[in-house]
């Protein structure tokens, strides 16, 4: 059973060894579990009907035991910047989102085919951080790993229902970070499932160091994913780099303070051997001063980490505020300054809670900017 939905198990949670041993259980040749696996991750079935190379009997097995309910789209919305945010209503009518972020310039100036896919992993979430918007709203419910999975799968149903060929028939995202509804690593075995089938060639094949899992700082979460043998890439919601600062913006900060999250990002580094993000709201008033930017610096060079300043985005019903750009510039240069690797996140899809009257014009945009650079590569 699925836990957090009483119905039974959906398929999209399967792994290469549990699908060949159901399958080999129920006396099928070993190639079936093959072809299981490719219409879950590679062809996106919706629906175990649509396996049509499968033997009826097969299908009725699975359907005996498992579901395959996939996501319902109740809202999408687009940017005039290519940015699409999708609303998916799960099996119990909770909304969750996920946002779609066509690059087609990279950080450093490059043209990028990179297309990410930012991915809950929560309805809601326990963490209470002052300025967030799920953090507003308080924990619902873990997704299970099929519904952490089908927001991707869902995405390329969304493209192939709009008939959209891309160029040597990539699937749609090739970056996924799990930087939607929820802390990731309080879902932590729902999540390495899911990001087993994202990275696994049996699954979506996406390279692990495509794949970015943000945390707020569940330091003994992240000693426990520095032992997984992926390279996954780590990034740390620091938003305060003073305890006293950080405790106020953010709760778990009580739980683990700074120099045990600090020390878990070490040891990730080592484990690892890759360099990790800080990502660092600014916040008017609350995280920018001239303190933050000293403890900011001296943190940044201790882990030899990039850091990624956020403009505050205003949130209806929190009243904090957004610094002003000159604000966010000095920021920056002191930090510069100081020897420190940063950049200012460039913002998407800041109209998408405007009213989307060209949806489809705005949709196709997507596709041709992403067909326009496949053709260049
Ligand atoms: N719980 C995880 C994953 C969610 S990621 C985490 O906190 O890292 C969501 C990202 O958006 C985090 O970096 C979070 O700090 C940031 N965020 C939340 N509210 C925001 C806001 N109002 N403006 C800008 N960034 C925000
Ligand atoms: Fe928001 Fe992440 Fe804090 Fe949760 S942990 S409230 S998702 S910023």
Redesign the pocket.
Known sequence: MNHSTDTPRDLRSLNAEEAEDLLSGWGHKPYRAKQLLGWLYKRSAASIDAMSDLPQELREQLAAVFSLRPLELAREQCSLDGTVKFLWRLVDGELVESVLIPASIGRDGSQSDRRTLCVS?QVG?A?G?T????GLMGYKRNLDASEIVDQVLAVERWRLAKGVELPRREPLVNNIV???????LANYDNLIRALEIFNSPWGLNIGARKITV???GLAPQIRRLAETPQQYHL???L?GATDAVRRKIMPINRKYPLEELISACEAYQQAKGRMIWV?Y?LIDGVNTGSEQVEALSRLAKRLQCKVNL??????DG?ELNRPSDGMVGRFRDALHHDGVRVTVRIEKGTDIDAACGQLRLKSEKIFTSAEALGQAG
């Open positions: 992993s979430c963490y951080c300025f967030c918007a799920s799990m930087m939607g509804m929820g802390e990731p943000s945390t707020s990034a740390i919601s938003h990502e709201i956020i403009p505050y985005n205003p949130v929190i």
